[in-house]
C-alpha cells in the first residue's frame, strides 16, 4: 500500500470545518480537516444521491451532505444511523505539515 | 469505580430516564433496575389496543431483556423493593435481594384506586393497569358474559370498548351526569355517549355503587338506590393515586406524591424520582408527555450536564377508541372572564369549542374532527394573541390560506396508500409502519427514520396527528420551549440573548458559555453565524465554515453538484447591454439551461463551481452583481411598470422597486425575503404575498408585511398607508430589521407574524415611531457592511480556496 502515497497539499491549504477535493480520474476525493486539525479522506459522494460531501457542513468527525442533509461519519464513511450507506474512505497521514494520501480505498466499504 | 446507579420501577417513567441518559452518558454508571412486574418495559398506553385486540403484548414491548444485557443493565424483574436504607445507601427486596446505590431514582408510578365497598375483592374483581389485568379480562371474555365498567373516563371507556369488542356485554357505571366530565363539556360528552352507544355499549349515568355481590366470584353490582344488574367481570376505573408508600416509609417527603424540585430531586439530594409517583409544584400527572419530559431533565442532571429544569407542563388528552375522535386540552370550562367560541354541526358529527381569555386560548375541546388539535395546543402553550385570525380560528388552520395540504385530512380515514409527504414520497402506510415497528415516540424520530415532514415541513400537522393516532397518547407534544437544536438546551430567544448581554462575538464563545453538548451541527452552527451577525454588524468576523454550502459559495448547489448562477436584475428590470452579456457568457460556459425565474431576472444553470469566479467577473462588466438567490438574504423586489406606462399605474413602482432593492440588497436575514411593489391594487407584481409588499394607490402607498407564496400561502396583513416614498423606505427598513433581530433562524416573516402576532407588529412599527425610526437606523448602519458584491471579491481572486480543487491528478 505504501507506495502509493501521495502528496495532497498543505495543511494550511484546507480551512478548518472544511474540505478540499483531489480529482482523480476515478472521481473527486473529498479531504476534510477538523476543527481540531485531524484529516479525513472520503469519496466526494454520498451514498444518498451522489451529493459532493465536499461542500457539506463540516461539525465534529461528521459531515452534513449539501443535498438532503444526511449525515456521514468521517473516520468511517457510514451514514449516521437511520440513515444506511457508506462513502468509501482513504488512508491519510501527515508529513510534517503536508498532507498524504494513498489512492487505494480502505476496506469495509462496498461503495470503495 | 464507576457511580451505582439504581432505578427502582421499570416503568415508562423511569426507563425513559435510562434512555435519556444512556444517550448523555453511556458510561457513567453502573445500571441496575428494580421491576415488580414480570416483563421488560412495556408501554403501558398500548394496553388499550392490546385489550381491543389491535395489538399484540410483544407488540408493545418498547425494550426486550435483551436491551438491558447490551447496556450492561442488571435487570431484577419481578422483585418488589420493599425497603430503602437510605443511611447505608441500599435498597432491599421482597425476595431479600440487596443493592447499593449512589443515587436513586424512583419511578414506582400509580396505583388503581379501588372504591372501598363490600365485595371489592371478589374474584373477577380487578383494575386496569397492567399486562396482568388485560390478561385477566382476555381469559374473562372466552368464557363470560356480563362486563361492568366502574368508572366513565378516559381508561374506563378504553376497558369498556376493548371488553365489547371481545365478545362481552358491557355496561359502563358512571357517578357523574356526563362521561369524562374532567376532559369534556357537556356537548362533546354528549356526542361521544351517543357514538358509543351506537357502537353497543350500555351506560348507568348518576349511579352510586354500593356493593359487589357474590360468593367467591362476583355475581352482581349493587347500587345506592337498591337496583342490581348481573356482572362476570367488574372493572374498576375510577382513577390513579401516586404510589409513593415506599418513599414514605423511608422518610422521603411525600404529599400526594413523592415531593421534588425542578431537577427531580427529592428532599433526600441522593434520591430523584420521575414519573406518576411524583408531585411537582403541586401537581401530580398521569400521561406519558410529562413523564418524558421529567426524564430528560433527570437524566441530564445524572449526566452532571446540570442545565436541565422541568417547570411542569400542559397537557391534552385524546381517546384511544377506533372510530372516535376527541381532543381536550387545558381549561375547558372557562371563568366569567372568559369568552367562548363554538362551532357545531350536528350532522357531521364535529364539534369544536375553544376557551378565550384576553384573546389567548386557555383550553379546547374537539370532538369529530380534531385534525388542528395540535395547532390549537401550540397556539395555547405559546400563549399567542389570536385577535388576527380570531373570525376563522374555528375553521382551523386550514382556513388561513393554505391553498395547498389543507383539507379533508381526516386521519383516520385515509388509505394506506395516501401520499402524506409530498417532497419525500412517503405514504401513510410507511410512516405507520415505521412507528409500530420502530417504536418511534416524537415527531424528530419519525422524521429521521421516514424522512416525511423533513424536507419543506408542510406535512408536520398531519405526521404529528398520525403520530398521536398510532401510538395512541400525546406523545407528539413538544417541550414547552423547544431548544434550538439537540446540540443545546437552549432555546433561539435564549441564545440571541445572551450573545447580545454577554457581549459573546464569536461561535465557540457562544457554545463555551451556553454549555453547547456537541461541536455544533448544520442546524445550529449557521443560525448563530446569523445572530451574531445580527448582533454585531461591522464586528463580527462572518465564519464562512458555518454557512451552507449556498451562501458559502455566492450560487445555488444543484443536484448534480453544478451550480447555478442568478444575477440581480434591479426591480426586475433589465437593459440590453445586459441581456447581451448575459448571452455572450451563457454561449462560452456552455450552460446548459437559461431559464427566467419566478423572481423577474434570468438564472443559467449547470456551471462548474471553479467556473464560478469567471463568470462572474464577465458578468461584472456589464455591472451584473450577485443576485443572492442563494441565501438567506434580501432576494428579489418584483414591480410592475407601473404609472410609468401603465394605463391603471398611480405611482412610479418601478421606481419604487428599485430604491427599495438599492437599500436592502446584501442584507442577509433568518429566512429568505422578498418584496414587491404593485402600481395599483391589480397588483400585477403579487405584493401582497411577499415578506414586504408595496401596493400603489392614488393617495399613497399601502404597505403589507408577513406575507409568502411557497408552501403554505399566506397573504399579507396590512400594516397602514403612507404618503412618500421616504416614509415607504424608512418603513421597509423598520420592518427589515424588526424582523432580522426577532425571528427565529429560519423562521419566515409569516410564520414569525403568526408566532407574535400581527398586534405585536403594529405597536413596534405605527404606535412607537421613536422606535421605528431607530430600528431603520440600525438598518441602514448594518447594510453599511454589508453591501459589498461578493461575486466582485471572488472574481478578483478572493476565497480562492473555494473554488479549486486542492489536487488534480490525471
Ligand atoms: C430559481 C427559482 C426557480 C426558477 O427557476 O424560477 C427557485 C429555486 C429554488 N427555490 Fe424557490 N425559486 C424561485 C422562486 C420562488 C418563488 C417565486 C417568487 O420569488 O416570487 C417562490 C414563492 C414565493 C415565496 O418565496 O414566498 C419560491 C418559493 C420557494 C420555497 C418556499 C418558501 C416558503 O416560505 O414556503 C422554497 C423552500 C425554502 O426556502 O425552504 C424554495 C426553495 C428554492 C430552492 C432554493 C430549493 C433549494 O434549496 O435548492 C431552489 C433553488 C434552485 C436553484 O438552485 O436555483 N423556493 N421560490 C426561483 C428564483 C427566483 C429568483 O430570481 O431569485
Ligand atoms: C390502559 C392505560 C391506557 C393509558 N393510555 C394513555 C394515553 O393514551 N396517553 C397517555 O399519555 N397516558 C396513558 N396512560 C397513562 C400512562 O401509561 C402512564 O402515565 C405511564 O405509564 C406512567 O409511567 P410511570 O413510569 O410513572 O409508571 P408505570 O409505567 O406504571 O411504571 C411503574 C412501574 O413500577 C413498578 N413498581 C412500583 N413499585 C415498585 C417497587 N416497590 N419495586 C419495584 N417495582 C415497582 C410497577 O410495577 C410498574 O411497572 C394509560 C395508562 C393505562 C393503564
Ligand atoms: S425550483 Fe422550487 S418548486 Fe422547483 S423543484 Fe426546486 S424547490 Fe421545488
Ligand atoms: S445526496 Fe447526500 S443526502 Fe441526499
Redesign the interface.
Known sequence: MSENW????KLD??????A??????GG?IA?FRT?DDEIFAVLDKCPH????LS??????KRV?C????W?INLDSGEAVA?DEGCAATYPVKMEGDMIMMS?TANEGCPNS | MKEKLVLVGNGMAGVRTLEELLKLGPDDYEITVFGEEPYGNYNRIMLSPVLAGDKTIDEIMLNDEQWYTDNNIKLHKGKKITEIDRVNRKVIADDGTVEDYDRLLLATGSQPFIIPIPGNDLDGVISFRDIHDVDLMLDAAKEKKHAVVIGGGLLGLEAANGLLLQGMSVTVVHLMDTLMERQLDKPAAAMLKKSLEEKGLHFLMEAQTEAIIGKDQVEKVRFKDGTEIYADLVVMAVGIRPNFELAEKAGIHCERGIVVNDTMQTFDPRVYAVGECVQHRGQTYGLVAPLFEMGKVCANHFAKMGIGSYEGSVTSTKLKVTGIDLFSAGDFTGDENCEELVFQDAARGVYRKLVVKDNKIQGTVMYGDTIDGTWYFDLMRDETDITDFRENILFGQAHLGDSGHGDDNRIAMMSDTTEICGCNGVCKGDIVKAITEKKLFTLDDVRAHTKASSSCGSCTGLVESLLAHTVGGDYSVAPHLKPMCACTEHTHDEVRASIKKNELKSIPAVMDLMSWKTAGCSKCRPALNYYLLCQWPGEFKDDSQSRFINERAHANIQKDATFSVIPRMWGGGTTPEELRKIADVAEKYKVKTVHVTGGQRIALYGLKKDELPGIWGELNEAGLVSGHAYGKALRTVKTCVGKEWCRFGTQDSTHLGIELEKMTWGSWTPHKYKMAASGCPRNCAEATIKDFGVVCVDSGYELHVGGNGGIKVRVTDLLCTVKTEEEVLEYAAAFMQIYREEAHYMERTAPWIERVGLTYVKEKMLDDPEGRKAAAERFLFAQKFAQDDPWEERAKGGEAHEFTPIKKIS
Request: glycine letters at 16%; proline letters at 11%; a neutral charge.
Open positions: 501521495i502528496e495532497v497539499g491549504d484546507i480551512p478548518a470545518q472544511g478540499r477535493i483531489v480529482e482523480t480520474k473527486n479531504v476543527q444521491k451522489g451529493g459532493p461542500q457539506g457542513i463540516v461539525s465534529g452534513a449539501p443535498l438532503h442533509d449525515k437511520p489512492l
